[in-house]
């Protein structure tokens, strides 16, 4: 038996963004990525999300 999971491209993006070693995700919602945002959320054991105001605060905050 496999262990293959079949993931949507924004699921992609925020596993990927996590196994890289990813530590800090800040976002604007209601943007494309949105989803993606959404999915890294689930690797709170490692991964800080946060929802910006806009956009500028999420670059802060991910620049911090």
Do not use: H
Not at 28 to 52: H, L, M, Q, R
């Amino acid at each position: 038996m496999s262990d293959k999971k079949l993931l949507s491209a924004n699921e992609a993006v925020a596993y990927g963004a996590a196994q890289a070693g990813c530590v800090v995700a800040s976002a604007y919602p209601g943007t494309p990525s949105t989803e993606i945002t959404e999915n890294i959320a689930t690797f709170k054991d490692t991964v800080k999300c946060d929802w910006a105001g806009n956009e500028r605060v999420a670059m802060e905050t991910a620049t911090r």
